[in-house]
């Protein structure tokens, strides 16, 4: 990867389907060599998000810009070797073994003149290395635990050796472990390469965690970004997410923790004494 870190941003962005607008009017200055955490309710555009700074849905006005240049005038190679994704829940070719995934990772750099390489070797190599899967290079796709396809999906961007990597909920369908082993690896990958990383994720108390830049979106708008400690309120989580919460200091990490108020969990008051 080269040691360039581009800028990535997005000005007015409109973004529909048919019949519907779901980002509308959305400035968005993303921290580069920094992990940002979009958080938000469902359907409230974040994946639509993700997807159009990936260059995978042309805006109806605003643009994404890299570098300075919209992205969708760019071509769609360049951009493949400068951003790379992963979608929710990827679907593997049956059979496909993980030395297979990752290596197609290296197609944004093969042109009919240029094919396989021992840069590319190199970089899959690296890229299994990172995400601890040599072992596994040769087990199919298909047989693997939820955690270890995760991890195999990541090692396949961290090959496309791409200084901006946007993952749109990496940690959906595993259990915890697997999910602290998903974002650990991805700090990882941020503080070893200074890559620029965009997640997408469910767990407030995740992306309090792991986020050095939290967005927190509704109904197609930014309501609140910046550092977690700063972002994180009462205020915001009751307009946003529509609960009541407590915010406290996780003792671990020293980020907000937000322990939310459910309907049937609230401490009983203490009886009045009578001495």
């Known amino acids: 990867m080269t040691g360039h870190h581009p800028d990535l941003r997005a000005e007015r962005l409109r973004l529909a389907y048919p019949g519907r607008i779901v980002v509308d009017g959305l400035d968005l200055d993303l921290p580069t060599g920094r992990i940002t955490v979009i958080v938000g ?30 992205i969708h005038s760019l071509p769609t190679r360049q951009v493949a070797r400068q951003v790379g994704i992963l979608p929710q829940s990827p679907v593997t070719p049956a ?28 970089a899959v190599t690296t890229a299994l290395a990172a995400t601890d899967m040599t072992e596994l290079a040769h087990r199919p796709v298909d047989e693997l635990s939820g955690g270890q ?27 915890l472990s697997h999910q602290i082993d998903v974002l650990d690896l991805v700090v990882d990958l941020n503080r070893r390469d200074g890559r620029t990383v965009v997640m997408v994720l469910h767990d407030l108390n995740q ?14 708008r930014i309501v609140a970004q910046g550092d977690p400690a ?21 003792p671990i990490s020293g980020t907000p923790l937000i322990i939310p108020a459910g309907r049937h969990h609230l401490a009983p008051l203490s009886a009045p004494r009578t001495d």
């Open 207 to 220: 992306a309090c965690r792991y986020a050095d830049h939290l967005v927190a979106m509704k109904a197609g």
């Open 149 to 175: 396809r995760q991890r195999a999906w990541i090692a396949m961007a961290v090959a496309q050796e791409t200084p901006v990597l946007l993952l749109d909920e990496p940690t959906t369908f595993l259990d």
């Open 95 to 122: 059979g496909l073994t993980v030395a297979d995934l990752v290596s197609r990772g290296r197609s944004p750099h093969q042109t009919w003149w240029r094919q396989w390489s021992t840069s590319d070797e190199a």
């Open 41 to 70: 309710p469902n359907a409230c555009g974040k994946s639509t998000l993700l997807r159009a700074l990936a260059r995978l849905m042309p805006p109806t006005a605003g643009c994404v810009r890299l570098d300075g240049e919209a």
């Open 230 to 250: 700063a972002v994180i309120t009462p205020e915001m989580v009751a307009e946003v997410f529509d609960i009541d919460c407590q915010i406290t200091v996780d």
